[in-house]
């Protein structure tokens, strides 16, 4: 299974599969996840995964490209 290394790659790789062209990601920094208690995150984070939130909609994938984090305000 792909994993996306940067914000740049899982964008291009959403674009490519048809989502709008101002699609765009941020990473997920362990700040970010420490603030938000996001835990099986931050153990992520430490262990080496990468978590990509959809700037969008808030919604967090994993490096896979899996959606992890409906954001439900």
Same mark, same amino acid.
């Given at each position: 299974?792909?994993?996306?290394?940067? %914000?740049? *790659?899982?964008?291009?790789?959403?674009?490519?599969? +048809?989502? @709008?062209?101002?699609?765009? &990601?941020?990473?997920?920094?362990?700040?970010? %996840?420490? *603030?938000?208690?996001?835990?099986?995150?931050?153990? +992520?984070? @430490?262990?080496?995964?990468? &978590?990509?939130?959809?700037?969008?909609?808030g919604n967090i994938f994993?490096?896979?490209?899996?959606?992890?984090?409906?954001?439900?305000?």
């Open positions: 299974m792909k994993k996306f290394r940067n %914000a740049e *790659e899982i964008t291009e790789f959403f674009i490519n599969d +048809g989502w @709008k062209e101002n699609t765009s &990601f941020s990473e997920v920094c362990l700040e970010e %996840a420490k *603030e938000k208690g996001y835990d099986y995150m931050i153990r +992520g984070i @430490k262990n080496g995964e990468k &978590f990509f939130k959809m700037n969008v909609s994993n490096e896979n490209g899996r959606l992890v984090l409906f954001n439900i305000p």
